[in-house]
């Protein structure tokens, strides 16, 4: 029961298509994993709850869940964990997905050594009582690249449950960098974060930006919240 309780709650913590990549990550050893996010964001119950989700394995004493990465003393029980075999899962405080790979480098722990990083920002959740949707305007169509297409989005008309704010609760949006050699040689030579941003795009990371606004097309939240917060 309490198994089946996690591995709800892990997959209703991300969206659908990222989810078989938060698997890949967890399933790895030899490697570190850090959940990173603005201080209050939720990314500790992230890492508890994706920490489970780990230890679902045979090997789950190799799985380490380590406190927040903040110097070079808690980056260097991380490393060796992975050169250990291991999977060190932790946390650290950064904006996004990069900026947190950067400042894990700069703590210490090799870049090559970092398997990932899911990043985690809240936005507020569209109250599920009043809410209504519309039609895109063209303005909005051109910023989400959606010119020409007929395009749903939603609001809330505000009601007493939401205290007429037309939003109830806080939805988790994820930025998932997934590491390969191609972007840790650019982060060893020491490019731009503009570059290394841009290589990790084409490498297929999500960015918040594009996370949000498919939950503002599936109903969760309102196009200006993501506008607002990524
Ligand atoms: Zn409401």
Request: net charge negative; charged share 20%; with cysteine.
């Amino acid at each position: 029961m309490h198994l089946s309780l996690t591995r709800i709650s892990f997959s209703d913590m991300f969206a659908a298509s990222h989810i078989e990549q938060v698997e890949a990550l967890l399933s790895r050893r030899g490697a570190v994993v850090l959940f990173s996010g603005p201080d209050g964001c939720g990314k500790t119950t992230t890492l508890l709850v994706a920490g489970c989700e780990a230890m679902y394995t045979e090997d789950n004493e190799k799985v380490m869940i380590l406190g927040s990465i903040s110097d070079a003393d808690s980056a260097y029980l991380a490393a060796e964990t992975a050169r250990r075999g291991g999977l060190a899962l932790s946390v650290i405080s950064a904006d996004d997905a990069i900026e947190a790979w950067r400042l894990a480098v700069e703590y210490g722990i090799e870049s090559s050594d970092i398997a990932g990083i899911i990043a985690q920002r809240l936005l507020k959740e569209i109250c599920s009582n009043c809410i209504t949707s519309y039609t895109a305007p063209p303005d909005i169509l051109a910023r989400i690249g959606m010119v020409g297409q007929n395009v749903a989005l939603y609001r809330g008309e505000g009601c007493p449950e939401c205290e007429n704010t037309g939003f109830r609760g806080r939805l988790a949006i994820h930025e998932l960098l997934i590491l390969n050699d191609k972007l840790h040689t650019l982060m060893c030579n020491s490019a731009s974060l503009e570059t290394i941003r841009n290589a990790a795009q084409q490498s297929g990371m999500r960015t918040f930006r594009q996370g949000g606004i498919q939950r503002a097309l599936e109903g969760h939240t309102t196009i200006e919240e993501v506008f607002n917060k990524t």
